[in-house]
């Protein structure tokens, strides 16, 4: 059973930080290409962070997160992170890991964890 457990969430105020985690087990991490998606109320998800497995580990942003948003992967630990600086009001929202295969045939959602963004 593939599960993937999320963690890190919270509330924080304007300019700092968070580090969300997702702990992957019950599929080889290393062949799956990595993404974080977000979810504000009455908003569709949109894709925050990806990091591609066959670009040698490249990664790609929103452009509304680029430059303070960092996704990573420890494949020892079988976890993903996604170092979150400088966070804004709007970067409220459930947060979600998610990985998929390089063809797309399997993909694998955490439960989400919620950042709230608020003074």
């Known amino acids: 059973q593939v599960t993937l457990v999320e963690s890190g969430g919270g509330l924080v105020q304007p300019g700092g930080s968070l580090r969300l985690s997702c702990k992957v087990s019950?599929?080889?991490?290393?062949?799956?290409?990595l993404r974080w998606y977000r979810q504000a109320p009455g908003k569709e998800r949109e894709l925050v962070a990806a990091?591609?497995?066959?670009?040698?580990?490249?990664?790609d942003y929103a452009d509304s997160v680029k430059g303070r948003f960092t996704i990573s992967a420890d494949n020892a630990e079988n976890t993903m992170y996604l170092q979150m600086n400088s966070l804004r009001p709007e970067d409220t929202a459930v947060y979600y890991c998610?990985?998929?295969?390089?063809?797309?045939?399997?993909?694998?959602w955490g439960q989400g964890t919620q950042v709230t963004v608020s003074s």
């Open positions: 019950g599929v080889f991490f290393g062949y799956f290409n």
């Open positions: 990091l591609t497995r066959a670009r040698g580990g490249s990664t």
């Open positions: 998610n990985m998929i295969s390089p063809a797309g045939s399997n993909t694998y």
